[in-house]
């Protein structure tokens, strides 16, 4: 239940900060021993997430820009809530979440993207 409440708040930011017309990319895979749900989004100037702070946007209370309306009808957490609940989960299950602004050359035009990940272990067999 808290991965796919974690997955859910990684939807719902990326929803938050997507311009209209903008893309939403989720994806999975394994690397070194970790299962991992990326989101990837477009996301408008006002939705940045400049280098220097992409720790502090999991700190809980800390929110970058301004809420967004129309989502408190979708949000679980409020305040500055959602990611660090997200990084909280990942940290409880052994993994790691990361969230960062990276270039996208995907569709042959460079574009910012933000980039969320959430790494969990895989079980030993």
Do not use: W
């Amino acid at each position: 239940n808290s991965v796919g409440l974690a997955l859910e708040e990684m939807l719902i930011n990326a929803l938050k900060y997507t311009p209209d017309g903008g893309r939403i990319d989720c994806y999975t895979h394994q690397a070194n021993g970790y299962a991992v749900l990326s989101v990837m989004n477009h996301v408008a100037e006002a939705g940045r997430i400049p280098r220097d702070f992409e720790r502090l946007v999991i700190e809980p209370f800390i929110r970058l820009h301004p809420p967004v309306e129309g989502m408190e009808q979708v949000e679980r957490f409020g305040l500055g809530l959602g990611l660090s609940v997200v990084n909280h989960i990942a940290n409880k299950h052994g993994g790691m979440f990361l969230i960062q602004e990276v270039r996208d050359h995907m569709d042959g035009a460079s574009r910012q993207r933000i980039l969320a990940e959430l790494f969990l272990p895989l079980a030993d067999k």
